[in-house]
């Protein structure tokens, strides 16, 4: 049997994660410093846990109706009208999802059809491609770069919007590259897409993670939130990787189509995880600004020992990553990940794993401990003075 004729050529033809890649190659290294996943080294906090074992106690555990349980999603509700100054009904504007990534997945199935263009600025979060090709439709990547703060501007949307064009893709706080979109950044984004019929999937996922600038969605701009899908879920900022929950919202008509393929493909996201999300939005702010808190420590350090062994790097304002550059090293962004491993055992990410104008930078991510932080820049110091 040859399965190349028989599976799917779209499947086939799109690349493993470059994050999980060297994710794997890590898990077989002996003594290996990680920094390798965008995974919160906190615990849930304990409310949250709690009151997910009250609901296990109490059997609740069958299904829920397919856009999630209705006290989850008026919180979910409440969360966007205080965060992002924003009014979704929770009943026809917002669907729990298992996990952002399901609600990326499913936005993008909601609105692409074949041939369909999708803005995509790079460097970013690996999904976004492959779930667009999966579509039929077409990345169209908008390279951002250094000098320009990693922020997407007008002068390098405007040329790539064409007819074709059904979406661009936002993900601030960005990953890999911690920058943030202020206010008047996205107001001249949003100026150039009033008029259109380009939809904006705005993934904010990391909303909550920013030090010294506000989280601003684009979503609260004048006259955006009617062409606007916002992505947000429980993964990052509540220490939640595992329970795997999300929430989407979107003017009505978007929304019904997104609840359609949810229904299809998952019928409901974990019910432990729906009650136990309710308390996490309802309660545990004070915990989340805790958690951003210790993050914002553990970038200054990491900026601070980055400098001090010489690697360039942008300053991060949101999100639980660096991207510094390794140009110097005239290595590639792979050579430099795999000898990094091999040699110091210490696994970070390439940046060409976020599309290609990641190329001569790597993913840091100081979601870990200070111990592991300061032992593995360290080492990585000790590899560029053996190399350079």
């Known amino acids: 049997m040859n399965y190349n004729d028989i599976l799917s050529k779209k499947a086939q033809d799109i690349k493993p994660s470059g994050i999980r890649k060297f994710f794997d190659i890590a898990a077989g290294v002996p003594d290996i410093i990680s920094l390798s996943v965008g995974e919160p080294d906190f615990k849930t906090p304990w409310a949250i846990r709690r009151e997910a074992i009250r609901i296990l106690e109490k059997g609740k555990t069958t299904y829920t109706g397919n856009s999630g349980l209705a006290p989850l999603r008026n919180a979910a509700s409440e969360y966007f009208k205080r965060t992002i100054d924003t009014d979704y009904e929770p009943d026809t504007e917002v669907v729990v999802t298992v996990g952002g990534s399901e609600a990326i997945d499913i936005a993008i199935r909601a ?23 999966l579509t039929g439709g077409i990345p169209r990547v908008a390279e951002t770069r250094m000098k320009d703060s990693f922020k997407l501007n007008p002068d390098i949307l405007k040329p790539l919007i064409t007819p074709n ?6 993900n ?16 001249a984004i949003a100026e150039l897409l009033r008029g259109t019929d380009i939809i904006v999937i705005s993934d904010e996922i990391y909303s909550e993670l920013t030090y010294g600038v506000p989280h601003v969605s684009i979503a609260q701009l004048d006259g955006m939130r009617e062409r606007t899908i916002v992505v947000n879920g429980f993964s990052k900022a509540f220490a939640m990787t595992g329970w795997r929950l999300g929430f989407v919202a979107a003017p009505e008509p978007i929304a019904e189509q997104i609840l359609k393929i949810h229904q299809y493909a998952i019928m409901c996201s974990p019910t432990v ?53 390794i140009k110097q090293t005239g290595l590639t962004s792979q050579e430099f990940c795999t000898r990094l491993i091999k040699e110091k055992s210490v696994a970070v990410v390439p940046g060409d794993a976020f599309g290609e104008c990641g190329e001569g ?28």
């Open 111 to 133: 609105l692409v059809n074949p041939g369909d263009e999708v803005i995509i600025p790079e460097p970013c979060f690996v999904s976004y491609s492959p779930i667009v090709e």
């Open 172 to 187: 601030f706080p960005n990953n890999p590259t911690g920058a943030v979109m202020r206010r008047h950044e996205l107001e």
């Open 273 to 325: 995880s729906q009650y136990a999300a309710i308390t996490a939005l309802n309660d545990c702010i004070a915990e989340v600004r805790e958690m951003a808190e210790e993050y914002d420590m553990r970038r200054r350090l990491v900026l601070k020992s980055l400098e001090e062994i010489g690697l360039d790097c942008f300053t991060p304002e949101g999100a639980f990553y660096v991207f510094p550059s």
């Open 165 to 170: 064009t059904k979406a661009l893709i936002l």
């Open 361 to 388: 930078y790597v993913r840091i991510s100081y979601a870990y401990s200070i111990k592991h932080l300061t032992t593995a820049i360290k080492r990585i110091g000790e590899f560029l003075e053996e190399i350079i």
